[in-house]
């Protein structure tokens, strides 16, 4: 018999977890009914009493009574149930070796219909990937070897660790795997934050290939797991217009978008970052590629360069803005939108006639509609129009599971200035 606790949503709430939503808050919850073993009673709890440990595996259900999936319980989180699968509990839990080695096998196999052994990509990507939680960068330096950083970020899949270590290593056969569970979100998880070598060891800094570009990685620390491979592609389009043309990188951390229109023959390339460590990864970067002649790294708060570069009447033919995310609440998006319109009339006012802007945000309460509106209010200030040429988004290593809004976080318009 099933004994596993049972979360009871209150009405109406499964709408969106029956559209694919892979969690349920704990304003959602009405009551866990759960039992010691066979042969006590079922009680009844309300969420603030119950005595459901933390990361407990739960069967969640409507009001009504229907089943709806199997979860892990964190009382400590506002997201109470993490989601990990629509079978019942009794099934994950007979075999969860078997169970998650099946889960990272797909996310693999899907991953390897777009990217060589040689590539580096987003290996896990969490509640799209269905692992809550979990994040894993599969990296491949230039002499083949591949290092796995992985973030563990939740309690749904921190339970697991040692099942999905060891499918890392069958499936994936890494030479090491680096942790990077460092992240803030772990504190609202009540997890302590932890980084280091989990299987292996090896140097934390080293040299990947990405668009036959060489880009210096470090996975110690660098931002988030060291570096951003969601933009490989739209590295590649925004490159496309940079043939002969002067290019303004900004938010670059690493100058992959700058050594990208520099690889397609841009005449001139500044890249800018605000931060000291991110513009020596730059210049380290500049010189692996031999391209010290053509583009050059500039340590500046981008608004107040913008700024100055008008002041001055500078002119650029190509602007890439790749800002980190300005908001991640709903409560501060109308702040974040002053943000992203500044940046954008800014860079419009820099761009000579017929210019390409390439514009992106990484924040997915800035969601297309409203990003595209911003840009015809910066466009309106700015006395520019706009042709939208393409909108983009992540690459195919980072999936959108539908009725998860928060899987498709990345925009990337490109646009024509006239």
């Known amino acids: 018999m099933n004994n596993f606790p049972r979360v009871f949503l209150n009405s109406k709430e499964e709408k969106e977890i029956q559209q694919g939503f892979p969690w349920a808050f704990d304003n959602e919850i009405s009551h866990v009914k759960h039992r010691a073993d ?9 969420l603030k009493e119950c005595t459901v440990e933390d990361g407990a595996t739960v069967e969640v259900y409507t009001k009504a009574g229907g089943f709806l999936g199997t979860g892990i319980i964190n009382k400590k989180s506002k997201i109470t149930v993490r989601l990990i699968g629509s079978e019942h509990a009794d099934v994950i839990m007979a075999d969860t070796a078997a169970y998650y080695e099946k889960k990272i096998l797909d996310a693999y196999n899907m991953r390897r219909m777009f990217y060589s052994d040689s590539d580096s990509y987003r290996l896990v990507f969490g509640e799209a990937d269905f692992i809550p939680g979990l994040i894993c960068e599969r990296f491949c330096d230039e002499k083949g070897r591949v290092i796995i950083v992985a973030q563990f970020l939740s309690l749904s899949c921190e339970v697991f660790r040692n099942d999905i270590v060891a499918a890392l290593k069958k499936v994936c056969k890494p030479d090491a795997i680096y942790e990077r569970s460092d992240a803030s979100v772990r504190d609202k998880e009540g997890l302590p934050q932890t980084a280091g070598w989990i299987y292996g060891s090896g140097d934390t800094t080293f040299t990947i290939v990405e668009n036959g570009i060489k880009l210096g990685v470090d996975i110690a620390n660098g931002q988030k797991t060291g ?16 043939k002969g043309k002067t290019v303004l990188d900004t938010f670059t951390h690493t100058g992959a978008f700058g050594l ?5 023959g841009a005449r001139e390339v500044t890249s800018v970052d605000i931060s000291p460590e991110a513009v020596d990864m730059v210049n380290h970067n500049i010189e692996l590629n031999g391209a010290g002649k053509v583009m050059k790294a500039v340590c500046a708060d981008v608004f107040d360069l913008l700024k100055q570069y008008e002041t001055d009447g500078r002119k650029f033919d190509v602007i890439i803005l790749d800002p980190p995310a300005f908001t991640k609440s709903a409560k501060m998006i109308e702040k974040a939108y002053g943000g992203y319109k500044e940046i954008n009339l800014r860079a419009l006012r820099l761009l000579n006639e017929g210019g390409i802007l390439v514009t992106c945000s990484c924040s997915h309460f800035m969601e297309t509609n409203m990003f595209c509106d911003m840009l015809m209010h910066a466009a309106m200030d700015s006395h520019k129009r706009l042709q939208i040429l393409e909108k983009r988004g992540a690459g195919p290593d980072h999936p959108v599971l539908l009725g998860y809004p928060k899987s498709e976080y990345l925009k990337c318009v490109v646009c024509r200035v006239l």
């Open 38 to 46: 066979e042969k006590s009673e079922w009680k009844n709890e309300g």
């Open 227 to 242: 570096y951003f491979l969601d933009q490989k592609f739209n590295r590649t389009a925004a490159a496309a217009f940079c």
């Open 260 to 264: 990208n229109a520099f690889k397609n």
